[in-house]
């Protein structure tokens, strides 16, 4: 066998060099914190958690003003339909023209309406915009002819048969 030659054998790795390559590579990667993006990502992070935060104090703050909102026109409604209740009961007591109207309260202010009828003759000599203002402070639909607009707040006044 002395004619055969060996087998040649195809490139080898060379080791040392593949592992001061990695080295250098897991150096220069290590250096990549440095990097602006890298080394202010967790700035940024804190910031955007930081608005996160804000933002749901905010939601939280708006969420309590709007309850508390509600409560107060709950209890303005309430307290005002309270009182109407009283004054439409007092009202359909009235029997003559020349007495006074106790006013109704408009809901969402719980106060007396500007406008609003000193007595039954004085419902029955208003006009259409007046008409109008009243009852759309008292929520009621302004719809119709002065005539029915007339009826319609007597009813709501809580108005009965009045004679002069």
Known sequence: MAGVNPPQLAPQPDFGSLSQGLQEAATELANSANLPALSQGN???QQMQKMNDQMQQNHQQTQRQMQQQLRTDITTLRQASVYNSAA??????IRKT???IIALHGPTI???IA?????PAHLANMTGP????VLAALGQPTNGKTAA???RLRFYTGLRNISD
């Open 149 to 151: 607009k007339k009826q």
């Open 115 to 119: 406008g609003f009828p000193a007595t």
């Open 130 to 133: 007046a008409l109008d203002r």
């Open 43 to 45: 700035a940024i992070m």
């Open 98 to 100: 020349d007495t006074a």
């Open 110 to 112: 719980n106060a007396n």
């Open 88 to 93: 439409r009961l007092e009202n359909s007591n």
